[in-house]
């Protein structure tokens, strides 16, 4: 997943003032180690920017039963709730009791759903929905992960190495700016 604008932006706006000064001003010309980090923070910044343009095309290339999406659908076919991350599980959705549909289960609602057919059918029976249910939802993760794999989409774990990196770079400049006033 992409990195978040709005810290960037913030952190960048942030750091402009300074870097629109002469160079003199905000570091000294001999000072090699701030001169290095400063080249290390412009690298991070550019493979972080990479990083988020490969997941934005790779994000394109998945099917929309593995993007994120509504939770329910109700008996029009209508699309609604909050978005989540699971896979849709297309014709395999479950039909609650309101008469709507669970597009997209967690594992947690499953084990819930469990719990409110032991009450309303036989040990057997809601034992039986549940393992199938289970196995339909991991079978899905699987898949989602698959394509996920095949079209390269980046983990967001690809960005914390870079994004820690560059957070203790821009710490450290700003602690030159309060330096330097």
Same mark, same amino acid.
């Given at each position: 997943?992409? %990195?978040?604008?709005?810290?960037?932006?913030?952190?960048?706006?942030?750091?402009?003032?300074?870097?629109?000064?002469?160079?003199?001003?905000?570091?000294?010309?001999?000072?090699?180690?701030?001169?290095?980090?400063?080249?290390?923070?412009?690298?991070? &910044? #550019?493979?972080?920017?990479?990083?988020? &343009?490969?997941?934005?095309?790779?994000?394109?290339?998945?099917?929309?039963?593995?993007?994120?999406?509504?939770?329910?659908?109700? &008996?029009?076919?209508?699309?609604?709730?909050?978005?989540?991350?699971?896979?849709?599980?297309?014709?395999? #959705?479950?039909?609650?009791? +309101?008469? +709507?549909?669970?597009?997209?289960? #967690?594992?947690?609602?499953?084990?819930?759903?469990?719990?409110?057919?032991?009450?309303?059918? +036989?040990?057997?029976?809601?034992?039986?929905?549940?393992?199938?249910?289970? *196995?339909?939802?991991?079978?899905?993760?699987? *898949? &989602?992960?698959?394509?996920?794999? %095949?079209?390269?989409?980046?983990? #967001?774990?690809?960005?914390?190495?870079?994004? +820690?990196?560059?957070?203790?770079?821009?710490?450290?400049?700003?602690?030159?700016?309060?330096?330097?006033?």
């Amino acid at each position: 997943m992409p %990195s978040n604008p709005t810290r960037r932006s913030f952190i960048a706006a942030s750091l402009v003032a300074p870097a629109a000064l002469p160079v003199n001003a905000v570091l000294a010309i001999d000072d090699h180690e701030r001169l290095r980090l400063i080249q290390r923070r412009e690298y991070l &910044q #550019s493979e972080i920017a990479k990083l988020d &343009q490969k997941w934005a095309l790779a994000y394109a290339k998945l099917p929309p039963w593995c993007r994120p999406g509504p939770k329910y659908r109700d &008996q029009d076919g209508r699309m609604f709730g909050g978005r989540v991350g699971w896979p849709d599980a297309g014709l395999d #959705s479950i039909k609650l009791d +309101t008469g +709507t549909f669970l597009v997209r289960p #967690s594992i947690r609602e499953i084990f819930e759903l469990r719990k409110a057919d032991r009450a309303s059918k +036989t040990c057997n029976e809601g034992e039986r929905f549940f393992v199938c249910r289970l *196995e339909k939802l991991v079978g899905r993760l699987r *898949e &989602q992960r698959r394509v996920e794999r %095949s079209v390269e989409l980046p983990r #967001s774990s690809a960005w914390l190495l870079l994004e +820690t990196e560059l957070e203790a770079i821009e710490a450290a400049m700003m602690g030159w700016r309060t330096e330097a006033l």
